[in-house]
């Protein structure tokens, strides 16, 4: 059996148009949907149904470096929104890895990264949001 090789270069995050690089160590790009797939109640009697839970929408995490160029691409869609309500952007994540896909029509900026300063060189965190996501789990190739 031969070994599988992830690499994070082969993960190509796109807003817009645009490649997105410049991300920090760690969890770099995280993605979770809002609510469950299925609600599930059950009875008295230990009788269950589920409820198709219909809300796609997911919660994306970016982490930049400070110095990357991904702040002033996520700043000039941050700055769109907050001066004309115009900022929203399609989203994918694509693991050139493997067959993972996760890709949106409208995303926006939901919230500006917090700002620290110190010794070290600072992350960014973005908070991004899109009401409906779709995504295509896989393995690596």
Not at 7 to 21: E, H, M, N, P, S
């Amino acid at each position: 059996m031969s070994a599988k090789t992830y690499d994070f270069k082969q993960v190509a995050c796109i807003l817009g148009t645009r490649q997105i690089t410049g991300f920090a160590e760690g969890d770099s790009i995280s993605v979770e949907y809002e609510s469950n797939l299925f609600n599930t109640v059950v009875g008295a009697d230990g009788e269950a149904t589920r409820a198709k839970a219909n809300n796609r929408s997911a919660k994306i995490t970016l982490r930049m470096l400070k110095t990357s160029l991904g702040n002033d691409i996520l700043n000039e869609y941050y700055q769109a929104d907050l001066l004309s309500n115009g900022g929203t952007f399609p989203f994918m994540l694509k693991d050139n890895n493997g067959s993972e896909l996760h890709a949106a029509e409208q995303c926006w900026v939901e919230k500006e990264p917090s700002t620290p300063f110190g010794q070290d060189a600072p992350i960014r965190e973005w908070t991004l949001r899109t009401s409906f996501l779709v995504s295509t789990f896989g393995g690596n190739i």
